[in-house]
């Protein structure tokens, strides 16, 4: 593992800190969520943890609140007008200009000006109550049934009654520390749709561009409530999550509801791509374990590869090429749709967290160094 956290680690550790310093660190996260990025020519060098497309625009989001955008394909950056100054884990763009970011302290942006500006959506505080609001209605929709079902199901029904309600007894307990849990992922299909969900099973879910929330935890096969770690779309129409313990969930209906598959692995996944096949799923996790699935999920089958690093990102270019990165500044290659995987490169970067295909064998590469660019055989440009 990489030294500095990186963007699938840093939930649980955090998570994990702040209920030992508790009421403390509650207040320092208060002063990050209302405290604006810092304005530094150095933001293009510090932690970036994943970066996305905004038409002919490339967004990149970082620590500390960095956001920086680049107009010439990453030879330049600058630096956006952020209102938090938290960790920011991840970037989706629903259309060319309306863009969202998720991050430390349950932190939504969203811009509709193509990353130039952000303002806040949602915050860890809404998002616990949400949740908390969400569990309540569930218990008063399983009050109702418990009152009038039979005696068979009598005992089933007490069985999740008391489940939700420990679950809803330890949120607010929780909710006392204040908003420490990260969202670690975002999704959107357009300017309306979208996900986001990170650390204990937190999912939410907007159908109006982010104006109001629902808490989707009780749609998704979750019981555990592991970390969701990674959210894709894959040709043929399907969504599929995947997370901690090997948790992959697929859905077939736009998201309304999700399903869980038999895992082929139980570590953690830390990131999802397609192929740009139908139904084809590629993700990818510790100890540079990568899984190839041709039937959304149904089966799948283990892909060797000589990384044996951590691999935390990756992406597929126009040629169809596909690019993985991970710790020890690891890059594989594949151009078999994912059957295979060579080492492309290995660079001197410690910790690669994503990769962006900018050109014909050009690679932008983003870790704990910040931004770097790269030719096909790992020299810096």
Same mark, same amino acid.
């Given at each position: 593992?990489?030294t500095?956290?990186?963007?699938?680690?840093?939930?649980?550790?955090?998570?994990?800190?702040?209920?030992?310093?508790?009421?403390?660190?509650?207040?320092?996260?208060?002063?990050?969520?209302?405290?604006?990025?810092?304005?530094?020519?150095?933001?293009?060098?510090?932690?970036?943890?994943?970066?996305?497309?905004?038409g002919?625009?490339?967004?990149?989001?970082?620590e500390?609140?960095?956001?920086?955008?680049?107009?010439?394909?990453?030879?330049?950056?600058?630096?956006?007008?952020?209102?938090?100054?938290?960790?920011?884990?991840?970037?989706?763009?629903?259309?060319?200009?309306?863009?969202?970011?998720?991050?430390?302290?349950?932190?939504?942006?969203?811009?509709?000006?193509?990353?130039?500006?952000?303002?806040?959506?949602?915050?860890?505080?809404?998002?616990?109550?949400?949740?908390?609001?969400?569990?309540?209605?569930r218990?008063?929709?399983?009050?109702?049934?418990?009152?009038?079902?039979?005696?068979?199901?009598?005992?089933?029904?007490?069985?999740?009654?008391?489940?939700?309600?420990?679950?809803?007894?330890?949120?607010?307990?929780?909710m006392?520390?204040?908003?420490?849990?990260?969202?670690?992922?975002?999704w959107?299909?357009?300017?309306?749709?979208?996900?986001?969900? =990170?650390?204990? +099973?937190?999912?939410?879910?907007? @159908? /109006? %561009? #982010? !104006? &109001?929330? *629902?808490?989707?935890?009780?749609?998704?096969?979750?019981?555990?409530?592991?970390?969701?770690?990674?959210?894709?779309?894959?040709?043929?129409?399907?969504?599929?999550?995947?997370?901690?313990?090997?948790?992959?969930?697929?859905?077939t209906?736009?998201?309304?509801?999700?399903?869980?598959?038999?895992?082929?692995?139980t570590?953690?996944?830390?990131?999802?791509?397609?192929?740009?096949?139908?139904?084809?799923?590629?993700?990818?996790?510790?100890?540079?374990?990568?899984?190839?699935?041709?039937?959304?999920?149904?089966?799948w089958?283990?892909?060797?590869?000589?990384?044996?690093?951590?691999?935390?990102?990756?992406?597929?270019?126009?040629?169809?090429?596909?690019?993985?990165? =991970?710790?020890? +500044?690891?890059?594989?290659?594949? @151009? /078999? %749709? #994912? !059957? &295979?995987? *060579?080492?492309?490169?290995?660079?001197?970067?410690?910790?690669?967290?994503?990769?962006?295909?900018?050109?014909?064998?050009?690679?932008?590469?983003?870790?704990?160094?910040?931004?770097?660019?790269?030719?096909?055989?790992?020299?810096?440009?």
């Amino acid at each position: 593992m990489a030294t500095r956290l990186t963007r699938k680690t840093i939930g649980a550790v955090c998570l994990g800190m702040s209920l030992v310093m508790a009421a403390p660190a509650a207040h320092a996260v208060g002063d990050l969520l209302e405290t604006p990025a810092r304005s530094t020519t150095l933001a293009a060098e510090y932690l970036l943890n994943d970066v996305a497309v905004a038409g002919e625009r490339l967004v990149a989001v970082g620590e500390r609140g960095h956001i920086i955008y680049s107009d010439d394909d990453g030879r330049s950056w600058v630096q956006a007008e952020v209102p938090v100054s938290v960790t920011l884990t991840a970037i989706d763009f629903g259309t060319t200009t309306d863009g969202w970011v998720v991050g430390h302290s349950g932190v939504v942006l969203h811009s509709s000006d193509a990353g130039e500006s952000w303002t806040i959506q949602l915050d860890g505080i809404r998002a616990f109550e949400l949740a908390i609001e969400a569990k309540e209605e569930r218990i008063e929709v399983l009050e109702a049934e418990l009152e009038d079902a039979p005696e068979e199901d009598r005992e089933d029904l007490e069985w999740a009654l008391d489940d939700v309600y420990f679950t809803l007894e330890n949120m607010k307990s929780d909710m006392d520390i204040g908003p420490v849990n990260p969202l670690l992922d975002v999704w959107f299909e357009n300017a309306d749709h979208g996900f986001v969900m =990170g650390a204990y +099973g937190m999912i939410f879910r907007t @159908t /109006d %561009g #982010g !104006e &109001s929330w *629902r808490d989707w935890s009780d749609q998704v096969a979750n019981p555990s409530g592991y970390h969701l770690n990674g959210i894709t779309d894959v040709t043929g129409g399907g969504l599929v999550i995947v997370g901690e313990a090997g948790l992959i969930l697929v859905s077939t209906d736009n998201g309304d509801t999700w399903e869980a598959q038999e895992s082929p692995y139980t570590g953690s996944l830390f990131g999802v791509i397609g192929t740009g096949n139908v139904n084809e799923i590629l993700t990818y996790g510790l100890r540079g374990n990568i899984f190839l699935s041709t039937d959304l999920g149904r089966s799948w089958s283990t892909i060797t590869n000589e990384a044996g690093a951590t691999l935390n990102g990756g992406t597929i270019a126009e040629d169809g090429r596909i690019v993985l990165v =991970g710790n020890g +500044g690891v890059v594989l290659s594949s @151009t /078999d %749709g #994912g !059957e &295979s995987f *060579r080492s492309y490169f290995r660079t001197d970067r410690e910790g690669l967290m994503t990769v962006l295909p900018v050109a014909k064998n050009r690679l932008l590469l983003l870790g704990e160094s910040g931004v770097v660019t790269a030719d096909a055989l790992g020299k810096n440009l």
